[in-house]
């Protein structure tokens, strides 16, 4: 039976794996399909941990700038309401969607710069008009939630007859049937 995990020396910075000059314990197949041919990983050996040392206070010095860039625009973010215009139909049901690409570029639009697309969490794409919630996180520890509002284009007709629930499907109310007094 192969090994499952095997240890590696990072030679450069990996997203959600570790920094520079980290020694990790890895998946075989990951190490031996992307680490190592992409020149991210080798074996470690304490010369070369040594070697790595300055390049690892580098980096430990550029994640701590970013966590405190990034602790900054949160604190910023706190009472955020962002409006977004999108054409729909006239039940509300927008042509296009509103997708984390959208908030990321809106919110870099008004001012806070940072925010790529990753750090914007949807659970579905927005395909309606109306008021949600959207979570920014960068990290466990940080996120705030932002209001995204999405507005009709042009204004949309008013319809007493028709109701929509949440998921969009149409809600029908009975028809009222007005009161004659006859006499």
């Given amino acids: 039976m192969a090994r499952r995990n095997i240890e590696l020396l990072l030679l450069h910075n990996v997203e959600h794996i570790g920094i520079v000059g980290d020694v990790v314990r890895v998946r075989t197949g990951y190490a031996r399909?992307?680490?190592?041919?992409?020149?991210?990983a080798e074996l470690p050996t304490q010369e070369r941990i040594a070697e790595l040392q300055v390049d690892r206070e580098t980096a430990?010095?550029?994640?701590?700038?970013?966590?405190?860039?990034r602790?900054?625009?949160?604190?910023?973010?706190?009472?955020?309401?962002?409006?977004?215009?999108?054409?729909?139909?006239a039940q509300g049901v927008l042509y296009g969607s509103v997708t984390q690409r959208d908030i990321s570029d809106a919110l870099i639009q008004v001012g806070y710069?940072?925010?790529?697309?990753r750090a914007v969490r949807l659970h579905q794409a927005i395909?309606?008009?109306?008021?949600?919630q959207v979570v920014i996180q960068f990290d466990k520890d940080l996120r705030v939630e932002i209001e995204v509002v999405v507005e009709p284009d042009q204004p949309l007709?008013?319809?007493?007859?028709?109701e929509f629930d949440d998921e969009g499907e149409l809600v029908e109310k009975p028809e009222r049937k007005a009161a004659t007094v006859e006499g």
């Fill in 33 to 40: 399909n992307y680490l190592v041919p992409m020149g991210l």
């Fill in 60 to 69: 430990l010095a550029q994640v701590k700038a970013r966590r405190e860039a």
């Fill in 71 to 89: 602790e900054g625009l949160i604190g910023r973010m706190d009472e955020v309401v962002l409006t977004l215009v999108r054409s729909c139909n």
């Fill in 113 to 117: 710069e940072g925010i790529d697309t």
């Fill in 127 to 132: 395909r309606r008009i109306g008021e949600y």
């Fill in 157 to 162: 007709e008013e319809r007493e007859e028709m």
